[in-house]
């Protein structure tokens, strides 16, 4: 019976009962399975096991570094950029505007196996459309995907050329909700162009700026498809990510506990990481 | 991107698909048995079943082509679901094996029911202890084997004057690589040194086996720092120091390199006999085959890289007859040739090699009997390997060693030590001793 006090209930029972099988339940299994070890009848208790086997893991700690590492060099670097191209993209001087938006978002529509093949098509050492452009510079050719130095540029080139165009567009959202009216008063009060991108633009976007900066660290930390795609985590596991080495656990070695143990101790550091931005710029709004 | 949620999504629901399979069907009318394999091996065996149904009426056979790799999914799926749909009778590799029979109890049948133990002599020396699980059952008979071998560019060789009959050790074919490299400009053999896209470590793997050795003793303990995989690594590391060393990482590399005649040896085993006419039919009358040279001086040259097996279901209730037809179709040698000659596979069964086939002149390798160096290696006999049920681990932690050497120039020793060290760690196994 439908009655006025229950109707709301009803009405989130599809989402509630949707979050509950798809969601919550494999949440749930996942926590279990984290705690057994084998498959299928061979499943057995084996407690804490699978999490001292993973702090005792050299693997597993190259993959954090490694995550780590194209954290910290490529989140910086991709939101400046898309920064740039938002303000570019918002300038009132620029013609066929439409066109250069989508230009600018298209690379984050790509699928990824067409994506994979285009980037190895563009990295190859001895064919590659790169290492010919640069040839013309008289760099010699560069492996991109083989040396290990090369293959951390390579993913960080690829992550950068997917991701930036999103994170333009929200840029570019953040831009257009400044209200013009700030503008004219402080070049009314003769601000020049630099002191109202300090003054205004930047303390305007704040909250978008946090925005970015949080989802980015934690589509980094779970990172998988360009590694996978591209260079398989080698040469050498320098491009092993933790994604990418609980894939390899899970579906390569069939070691389901052990592979569920890695998505809780991603998600652990996934959430400090969360919480310690929001505390560090103290974001709110 | 894929997220834990995503894989944890498909590994739930795993068993459910899994439930769909085939069901017994009624006593009445001949028995079915269902057979999974891949192709091409699946057109040979599907020809010697039509025998079969003739020979036994009360039994029909259905030959069907899964795939390869897909088989091994679908394998792993039925025995987690307690052998539901799963096939009667199970075409498996050497390298999955170990897995299933460790990791499911029971969900292979043990044919020693059937006496399968009185065909213990009749196939390859080395590939018996192979079907055998921990607890002494036999858990499939071998129907295919790929001996180890090496195919060389004859006019290569001879441009630079070195005769294929003195090189008999790697330190003999490392000098005569040196020479081959300086008159032709050839490299001697291709690795991917970066296993970009994949470990690339059957070379490695043969220099091992040709030692009686691998990633694992019979014990199952970690051999992977001990002294044959060190020497089998510090002669990979003395061929990339000389320059003979090819890297074929990349789109097309590998293609390029046989093309321009820039590789003057492929280490690969028997099935590439009728692979390589395939691939390069221009370059007929150009390649031979010989045994790949022996380690040491004296030393063995046989080796068997890897083998594929029928078993039968422990879940199946026909069991016995599924077992009527593996050993129907592999111990006898006018079956088992007949599905060599249809599907290319090379038989296990030691009898079957008197065929007139195995001796046969190959235009294409000029009149060379290209089978015979193949079989004349299993006359000699080969030791067997133990992949373990943790062969992909292995296999991944062996690769990143020979990464290591081969581009950053590591110690063999070293790495493999570490490499030992690290497998013992993510295995639960124990290192071998020595």
């Given at each position: 019976m439908i009655t006025r006090r229950n109707v709301p209930y009803v009405l989130i029972l599809?989402?509630?009962?949707?979050?509950?099988?798809?969601?919550?339940?494999?949440?749930?299994?996942?926590?279990?399975?984290?705690?057994?070890?084998?498959?299928?009848?061979?499943?057995?208790?084996?407690?804490?096991?699978?999490?001292?086997?993973?702090?005792?893991?050299?693997?597993?700690?190259?993959?954090?570094?490694?995550?780590?590492?194209?954290l910290v060099v490529q989140v910086p670097i991709m939101l400046l950029l898309a920064l740039v191209l938002a303000l570019g993209l918002n300038s009132p001087f620029v013609r066929l505007r439409a066109t250069w938006r989508l230009g600018v978002f298209m690379p984050s529509l790509t699928g990824l196996v067409a994506y994979g093949v285009m980037f190895s098509v563009i990295l190859s050492k001895e064919s590659g459309l790169l290492n010919w452009m640069l040839g013309?510079?008289?760099?010699?050719?560069?492996?991109?995907?083989?040396?290990?130095?090369?293959?951390?540029?390579?993913?960080?080139?690829?992550?950068?050329?997917?991701?930036?165009?999103?994170?333009?567009?929200?840029?570019?959202?953040?831009?257009?909700?400044?209200?013009?009216?700030?503008?004219?008063?402080?070049?009314?009060?003769?601000?020049?162009?630099?002191?109202?991108?300090?003054?205004?633009?930047?303390?305007?976007?704040?909250?978008?700026?946090?925005?970015?900066?949080?989802?980015?660290?934690?589509?980094?930390?779970?990172?998988?498809?360009?590694?996978?795609?591209?260079?398989?985590?080698?040469?050498?596991?320098?491009?092993?990510?933790?994604?990418?080495?609980?894939?390899?656990n899970g579906f390569r070695y069939f070691d389901f506990g052990y592979a569920a143990a890695i998505a809780y101790a991603l998600t652990l550091i996934v959430a400090g990481f969360g919480l310690l931005q929001i505390k560090l710029t103290g974001g709110r709004k | 991107m894929i997220n834990r949620r995503g894989a944890l999504a498909l590994l739930l629901l795993l068993p459910i698909t899994a439930c769909g399979g085939a069901q017994p069907e009624a006593q009445a009318g001949p028995v079915k048995i269902t057979v999974w394999t891949w192709k091409p091996a699946s057109a040979g065996l599907a020809a010697v079943a039509r025998d079969f149904e003739k020979a036994n009426p009360s039994i029909k056979v259905d030959v069907?082509?899964?795939?390869?790799?897909?088989?091994?999914?679908?394998?792993?799926?039925?025995?987690?679901?307690?052998?539901?749909?799963?096939?009667?009778?199970?075409?498996?590799?050497?390298?999955?094996?170990?897995?299933?029979?460790?990791?499911?109890?029971?969900?292979?049948?043990?044919?020693?029911?059937?006496?399968?133990?009185?065909?213990?002599?009749?196939?390859?020396?080395?590939?018996?202890?192979?079907?055998?699980?921990?607890?002494?059952?036999?858990?499939?008979?071998?129907?295919?084997?790929?001996?180890?071998?090496?195919?060389y560019r004859q006019d290569l060789f001879e441009k630079a004057g070195v005769d294929p009959a003195t090189v008999t050790t790697w330190d003999e074919a490392i000098e005569a690589g040196k020479?081959?490299?300086?008159?032709?400009?050839?490299?001697?053999?291709?690795?991917?040194?970066?296993?970009?896209?994949?470990?690339?470590m059957d070379f490695y793997q043969m220099l091992l086996q040709q030692q009686g050795a691998f990633y694992f003793n019979q014990q199952g303990e970690v051999t992977l720092g001990g002294d044959a995989a060190v020497r089998a690594m510090t002669l990979l590391k003395r061929m990339n120091d000389a320059g003979i060393l090819a890297d074929i990482s990349g789109e097309g590399t590998f293609k390029q390199l046989v093309s321009n005649g820039k590789l003057a040896v492929l280490p690969w085993p028997a099935w590439a006999v009728s692979y390589i006419p395939e691939m390069r039919p221009e370059q007929k009358g150009l390649w031979r085959s010989m045994q790949p040279p022996a380690i040491s001086s004296g030393g063995k040259r046989a080796a068997i890289v890897n083998s594929t097996y029928l078993s039968v279901s422990g879940n199946s209730p026909h069991r016995k007859e599924a077992y009527a037809f593996v050993e129907y179709a592999l111990t006898r040698p006018e079956v088992i040739n007949k599905i060599f000659k249809e599907g290319g596979v090379f038989p296990a069964l030691s009898a079957a090699y008197t065929d007139p086939i195995f001796d046969r002149p190959d235009d294409y390798y000029g009149g060379q009997p290209a089978l015979k160096t193949f079989t004349?290696?299993?006359?000699?006999?080969?030791?067997?390997?133990?992949?373990?049920?943790?062969?992909?681990?292995?296999?991944?932690i062996a690769s990143d060693a020979q990464t290591q050497v081969l581009t950053k120039g590591a110690d063999p020793a070293a790495a493999l030590t570490q490499a030992a060290e690290l497998l013992a760690q993510q295995t639960n196994r124990k290192l071998a001793s020595g």
């Amino acid at each position: 019976m439908i009655t006025r006090r229950n109707v709301p209930y009803v009405l989130i029972l599809p989402a509630l009962a949707g979050f509950l099988v798809f969601k919550a339940y494999p949440i749930l299994a996942a926590a279990y399975i984290s705690l057994t070890t084998g498959a299928g009848a061979a499943r057995s208790f084996v407690g804490l096991d699978n999490y001292v086997r993973l702090v005792n893991d050299p693997l597993f700690w190259t993959s954090l570094w490694n995550t780590g590492l194209i954290l910290v060099v490529q989140v910086p670097i991709m939101l400046l950029l898309a920064l740039v191209l938002a303000l570019g993209l918002n300038s009132p001087f620029v013609r066929l505007r439409a066109t250069w938006r989508l230009g600018v978002f298209m690379p984050s529509l790509t699928g990824l196996v067409a994506y994979g093949v285009m980037f190895s098509v563009i990295l190859s050492k001895e064919s590659g459309l790169l290492n010919w452009m640069l040839g013309f510079l008289g760099v010699d050719p560069i492996d991109w995907l083989g040396s290990p130095f090369w293959a951390r540029i390579a993913i960080v080139i690829a992550l950068t050329w997917h991701y930036t165009g999103y994170n333009a567009v929200i840029y570019l959202a953040g831009l257009q909700s400044i209200p013009k009216e700030l503008y004219e008063a402080s070049m009314v009060d003769g601000a020049g162009s630099i002191r109202r991108f300090w003054s205004i633009t930047v303390p305007q976007l704040r909250p978008i700026l946090l925005l970015t900066i949080v989802l980015s660290t934690i589509g980094t930390l779970q990172l998988f498809d360009e590694p996978f795609v591209l260079t398989g985590g080698g040469p050498d596991n320098t491009t092993l990510t933790i994604s990418l080495y609980l894939y390899q656990n899970g579906f390569r070695y069939f070691d389901f506990g052990y592979a569920a143990a890695i998505a809780y101790a991603l998600t652990l550091i996934v959430a400090g990481f969360g919480l310690l931005q929001i505390k560090l710029t103290g974001g709110r709004k | 991107m894929i997220n834990r949620r995503g894989a944890l999504a498909l590994l739930l629901l795993l068993p459910i698909t899994a439930c769909g399979g085939a069901q017994p069907e009624a006593q009445a009318g001949p028995v079915k048995i269902t057979v999974w394999t891949w192709k091409p091996a699946s057109a040979g065996l599907a020809a010697v079943a039509r025998d079969f149904e003739k020979a036994n009426p009360s039994i029909k056979v259905d030959v069907q082509a899964v795939g390869n790799p897909a088989i091994w999914e679908k394998i792993t799926i039925g025995m987690a679901a307690g052998g539901k749909g799963l096939g009667d009778v199970l075409h498996i590799g050497v390298d999955y094996l170990p897995g299933y029979t460790e990791k499911f109890p029971g969900g292979l049948a043990d044919l020693r029911e059937f006496g399968a133990d009185k065909h213990k002599d009749a196939f390859a020396k080395g590939l018996w202890p192979t079907v055998l699980g921990k607890d002494g059952g036999v858990y499939a008979l071998p129907w295919e084997v790929n001996p180890a071998g090496v195919f060389y560019r004859q006019d290569l060789f001879e441009k630079a004057g070195v005769d294929p009959a003195t090189v008999t050790t790697w330190d003999e074919a490392i000098e005569a690589g040196k020479k081959i490299k300086e008159a032709t400009g050839a490299y001697l053999v291709g690795v991917n040194k970066p296993a970009a896209g994949g470990a690339d470590m059957d070379f490695y793997q043969m220099l091992l086996q040709q030692q009686g050795a691998f990633y694992f003793n019979q014990q199952g303990e970690v051999t992977l720092g001990g002294d044959a995989a060190v020497r089998a690594m510090t002669l990979l590391k003395r061929m990339n120091d000389a320059g003979i060393l090819a890297d074929i990482s990349g789109e097309g590399t590998f293609k390029q390199l046989v093309s321009n005649g820039k590789l003057a040896v492929l280490p690969w085993p028997a099935w590439a006999v009728s692979y390589i006419p395939e691939m390069r039919p221009e370059q007929k009358g150009l390649w031979r085959s010989m045994q790949p040279p022996a380690i040491s001086s004296g030393g063995k040259r046989a080796a068997i890289v890897n083998s594929t097996y029928l078993s039968v279901s422990g879940n199946s209730p026909h069991r016995k007859e599924a077992y009527a037809f593996v050993e129907y179709a592999l111990t006898r040698p006018e079956v088992i040739n007949k599905i060599f000659k249809e599907g290319g596979v090379f038989p296990a069964l030691s009898a079957a090699y008197t065929d007139p086939i195995f001796d046969r002149p190959d235009d294409y390798y000029g009149g060379q009997p290209a089978l015979k160096t193949f079989t004349d290696s299993l006359a000699e006999g080969a030791d067997a390997t133990y992949y373990s049920s943790d062969y992909a681990r292995a296999l991944k932690i062996a690769s990143d060693a020979q990464t290591q050497v081969l581009t950053k120039g590591a110690d063999p020793a070293a790495a493999l030590t570490q490499a030992a060290e690290l497998l013992a760690q993510q295995t639960n196994r124990k290192l071998a001793s020595g």
